[in-house]
């Protein structure tokens, strides 16, 4: 079922700026712009793009940044 972006944002306790800026990025699989409102599935779930991988674990001794 789709829903607007500010009912999206009030659910997950966002500010509805933030979500409608994600939304014109692309973040979001499922948002849409019709007419001047953006909807977005009330299913769509939070997108998390953090990087998991630990490949920056140490960045800071193999580049020669140091904090001394």
């Known amino acids: 079922m789709l829903i607007s972006l500010i009912e999206y944002a009030e ?9 409608r800026k994600m939304a014109a990025a692309g973040r979001f699989e499922t948002a849409r712009k019709i007419g001047r409102n953006w909807v977005i599935e009330d299913a769509e779930p939070w997108p998390d793009n ?17 904090d001394e």
């Open 11 to 19: 659910r997950l306790g966002k500010h509805p700026a933030t979500v």
């Open 50 to 66: 953090r990087l998991k991988s630990g490949k920056y674990v140490g960045w800071r001794e193999r580049y020669g940044h140091y």
